[in-house]
């Protein structure tokens, strides 16, 4: 198999006529490496093993917890145990205006089809809101999330 | 929320629903969003004498539909098929965030759709 990518160190020796490639792993990984990643990917293996995978998951599972309390009013998607990851509506709402205008309140969600739309045309939905929950949130933002999206149904 | 006249078009759109026999009716939508707009047209002279949308979407898409509605009566189909996206965005809604302007467009696309396809049936 030849290089699927041209660049830097993958190759061997070259003519005006031909070719030949470097080895593996070489051959397929053309120019620059992604130096910055390796290293970003290093720091962030550092920083999360100094707080400890179980205490993530702890806080993970306390907010995914307090925040189905607190939704409890929402069409909410899924199974009610879960990984900190929440998909939602605001009925009759448009799942764009609410993350538009969560935006305006500094709040970021994702909506839409969630590169999912048979799911979505078997739901009979066209999208929905996803908030996501990691351990830099807090249950106070949980909160505010909850205080906004009460506005936002008053409001539309 | 969203501006006043934003919300007063979504919450009361105008000339919303179907029209029966339309001179010119076009569709558009947005498979990422899952907006669809449909826009009636009825000339009389070449004039715009009656227009009429429906469709679904979020309140950005269909203010923009009502509002458009509005915009057309009166208007040459020429004048119509000359409506610039930009001068569209900025008399409905002034100013728009680039992330809603899809959005806005979705009405004008099936506006245009409309004029393009020229006097068909429905």
Aim: charged content about 25%; some cysteine; proline content about 4%.
């Amino acid at each position: 198999m030849g290089p699927y990518i041209m660049g830097g160190d993958m190759i061997k020796k070259v003519t005006d006529k031909d070719a030949t490639w470097n080895d593996i792993p070489w051959k397929f990984e053309a120019g620059t490496p992604n130096i910055a990643g390796a290293a970003g990917f290093s720091a962030a293996i550092d920083y999360l093993n100094a707080i400890g995978m179980q205490r993530i998951e702890k806080h993970e599972e306390g907010l995914t917890k307090h925040a189905m309390k607190r939704l409890g009013g929402m069409e909410i998607y899924g199974p009610k145990k879960r990984a900190a990851i929440i998909s939602f509506n605001l009925k009759s709402i448009h799942p764009h205006d609410v993350a538009y205008l969560l935006d305006k309140k500094g709040i970021a969600v994702r909506s839409g089809h969630h590169c999912a739309q048979p799911l979505m045309n078997l739901l009979g939905i066209i999208g929905t809101v996803r908030a996501s929950f990691y351990l830099y949130n807090t249950k106070e933002e949980i909160d505010s999330l909850v205080d906004s999206l009460k506005e936002i149904k008053g409001g539309l | 929320m969203y501006p006043e006249k934003v919300m007063d078009h979504y919450k009361n759109p105008r000339n919303h629903g179907s029209m029966k026999n339309p001179d010119y009716k076009g569709d558009f939508g947005n498979p990422v969003c899952g907006d669809q707009v449909r826009v009636y047209l009825k000339t009389k002279n070449g004039i715009v004498s009656q227009a009429s949308f429906e469709g679904e979407g979020c309140a950005i898409s269909l203010s923009a539909a009502s509002m458009l509605t509005e915009m057309v009566i009166g208007k040459s189909v020429k004048d119509l098929e000359g409506m610039g996206e930009d001068d569209f965005v900025k008399e409905a809604f002034g100013e728009l965030d680039k992330s809603r302007r899809d959005c806005a467009l979705v009405c004008l696309k099936a506006m245009k759709n409309a004029v393009n396809e020229g006097s068909f049936m429905c």
